[in-house]
């Protein structure tokens, strides 16, 4: 039956988001029910095409790369996959109207993953963060205003700068891992051998621009999607907070994480705040 086929499949998405990222499977189960599993439907996709160009080292990362996104296509086309993250994402995909041209410009950010390690240039840097994160926020947008396309052009710039924030945090979290493991650097114009406490505190002036930005639009969130996305924001704006007050060294040299108990802390007072309105 296709229908429980359907079920399997969005069951693999929620099991991924749950298993990869305890931080976003919390913010997600604050959603409200109707728009959960969407989001879960969503990350799983971004998430497999992410792991293909990041972890998979021993196998032909291309050729990989390139079945997933031909499966892809035939799962937009003809709305089913036998991959079934690919089909659960078919299914969010046409159900919200999501853009095309979202989903191809994630796929050319994942893309560039393969061979590119150094983003040189301002403009290649704000390319590669439209493709990998700003899209994935617009993805979720189109979910959160359920097709309202005068909300969505309202919120579409405050939802591109949340997911600029939020991946710039990653970036920097990542120096290491990124660098020693993936020989990638993603900041432009910042020599991570060297880095240094202005050098950091520029990154960290420019992903505090975001927040700003990004914070306006979640206030203007529906209700079932303002919550999730708030403690999201929270998850990071801490996750930032506590990557300030380690030195540049240190950052290079260790994955800054916050820990599983602070995460639950943070949940009750992010409740807190937006109980009170005090977003």
Not at 167 to 189: E, I
Request: charged share 30%; hydrophobic share 40%.
């Amino acid at each position: 039956m296709k229908a429980l086929f359907d079920t399997v499949s969005q069951e693999c998405s929620k099991k991924v988001t749950h298993r990869y990222s305890t931080s976003f499977s919390l913010a997600t189960r604050m959603l409200a029910r109707a728009i959960r599993q969407d989001i879960y439907n969503i990350y799983g996709f971004v998430r497999f095409a992410d792991e293909i160009v990041d972890s998979f080292h021993d196998f032909d990362k291309e050729d990989l790369f390139n079945k997933f996104e031909y499966d892809l296509e035939l799962a937009l086309d003809d709305r089913i996959s036998l991959n079934p993250i690919l089909n659960a994402f078919q299914f969010t995909f046409h159900k919200h109207n999501l853009d095309k041209a979202h989903v191809d410009a994630f796929m050319r950010s994942m893309r560039m993953d393969l061979h590119k390690s150094n983003y040189l240039s301002e403009e290649e840097y704000k390319s590669y963060i439209y493709g990998s994160a700003d899209v994935v926020g617009l993805m979720c947008l189109m979910v959160f205003v359920k097709g309202d396309v005068e909300k969505f052009n309202d919120l579409k710039e405050s939802a591109m700068a949340l997911g600029s924030a939020f991946q710039k945090v990653n970036f920097l979290r990542d120096l290491k891992a990124d660098h020693d493991n993936l020989n990638r650097t993603y900041f432009p114009n910042t020599d991570l051998d060297n880095l240094d406490e202005n050098s950091k505190q520029d990154i960290i002036d420019d992903i505090e621009k975001d927040f700003a930005e990004g914070i306006q639009g979640i206030k203007k969130l529906p209700m079932e999607a303002r919550f999730g996305v708030f403690m999201a924001y929270r998850y990071y704006r801490q996750l930032l907070k506590k990557l300030k007050r380690t030195p540049a060294l240190e950052i290079k040299n260790a994955r800054i994480r916050v820990p599983n108990y602070k995460k639950v802390e943070l949940l009750t007072r992010s409740y807190v705040k937006y109980q009170l309105n005090l977003l």
